[in-house]
């Protein structure tokens, strides 16, 4: 039988939570199927283990977690932990440290899901965005100069390197001409005169090794109208990790809320673990009261067996996603409905157990 080691990050906030939830479908999951099973370890690591420790993580954290296949993540934050360092100190770390240079957000209005959007068909949204996640506007390289002075000046530098620029594109051709569709590539060169000029000329370049598949390219304030306007023309996306980050909480914010977005931190040399997680943030407001959406983990555990070549038991969570939002019988409060997050878990557990 294949044993699958993933490391488990609850997290803080409501992380630990929706994470619970997410543990306990996979392990129905791997029980309807005796060819596989998950052995979960955990691990204490968040702004709760930095208040007590001033780390976010052990000092070998990342030794310890390259064994495994795996990372499952819930959220890291906490008031009183600056978000920089939560999200430095251990989130960047682990994507940076285990080269997962892929960042895949589904932007997909499910059945039964509430757009933000009027008058929006299921068909109308559905994106893959692919967002570098290791370099670009988030290298982490910069300068404070003359600081509390009359002359203080910040210097945050984007980096994109070739190899990290043409990899990331190369990616998206390889997952558009898979699925056949159109890949459109988002960037900003006439204001960002070297990255983005850089940017699109590899783009131009890659796209000679893929003349099968249909490109677009738009500035990316173009491109954030038209996620709102006319959505429908977005299907497979590359961008980069700033312009990423903020048109995935668009793509949220049109596909049915935060409490469902999901995100895949991919290494597809498969050399190190890759990591899954809810989009959403630790929550704090509604933390330890049960009622926190469990949604977006079950899309990202979805991720995670798509990964490992499960894809039908991903289609089974998501079309399960599918039929909670659809019947409306047992949502969190943040999704209009009256249900706990462990009542949504044991629903989602149900209903795979039905499928399988
Ligand atoms: P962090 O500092 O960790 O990012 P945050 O308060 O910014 O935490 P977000 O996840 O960004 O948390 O969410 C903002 C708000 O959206 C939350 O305060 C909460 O009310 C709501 N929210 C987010 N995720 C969920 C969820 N899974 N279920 C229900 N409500 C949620
Ligand atoms: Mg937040």
């Not at 997410?22 to 029980?31: D, M, P, Q, R, S």
């Not at 893929?210 to 977005?234: C, G, H, N, Q, W």
């Not at 899309?299 to 998501?318: C, N, T």
């Not at 943040?334 to 557990?349: C, L, N, P, R």
């Amino acid at each position: 039988m294949k044993t699958y080691k993933i490391a488990v990050i609850p997290g803080d906030g409501i992380g630990p939570e929706v994470i619970n939830e997410g543990v306990k479908v996979l392990n129905k999951i791997a029980e309807l199927d005796s060819s596989f099973k998950f052995d979960f370890t955990y691990f204490p690591w968040g702004c709760r283990f930095y208040t007590k420790h001033g780390k976010m993580m052990d000092d070998d954290g990342i030794d310890q977690l390259k064994e495994f296949d795996a990372i499952y993540l819930g959220a890291v934050g906490f008031p009183g932990v600056p978000d920089h360092i939560s999200l430095w100190d251990l989130l960047l770390v682990i994507r940076k440290s285990f080269d997962q240079y892929v960042n895949l957000r589904p932007v997909k209005l499910l059945r039964g899901a509430h757009s933000a959007l009027a008058n929006t068909k299921n068909d109308d949204i559905d994106m893959l965005f692919i967002r570098e996640n290791t370099e670009g506007e988030y290298s982490g390289a910069g300068d404070w100069l003359f600081k509390g002075q009359d002359n203080e000046v910040v210097l945050q530098n984007a980096v994109f390197s070739r190899k990290g620029t043409e990899r990331i594109i190369r990616y998206a051709f390889e997952v558009a001409r898979r699925e056949g569709k159109t890949l459109t590539s988002i960037s900003k060169a006439n204001a960002l005169n070297y990255s983005m000029v850089f940017w699109d000329e590899v783009f131009e370049e890659v796209s000679l090794d893929y003349p099968e598949v249909k490109t677009a390219s738009y500035l990316v304030d173009a491109a954030a109208m038209l996620m709102i306007t006319d959505p429908k023309r977005f299907e497979i996306v590359v961008t980069s990790n700033l312009f990423g980050d903020i048109l995935t909480d668009v793509g949220a914010a049109i596909a049915g809320g935060i409490g469902l977005a999901a995100g895949a931190n991919i290494n597809p040399k498969r050399k190190y673990p890759s990591m899954f997680e809810p989009v959403h943030g630790s929550a704090p407001d509604i933390a330890g009261k049960d009622l926190s959406n469990p949604l977006a983990t079950f899309w990202s555990a979805s991720q995670m067996l798509d990964f490992f070549g499960y894809e039908e038991y991903g289609e089974v969570i998501v079309s399960g996603i599918e039929e909670l939002l659809s019947t409306k019988e047992l949502l969190t409060p943040d999704m209009g409905g009256t249900a706990t997050t462990s009542e949504v878990g044991d629903k989602m557990v149900e209903i795979v157990t039905s499928q399988i």
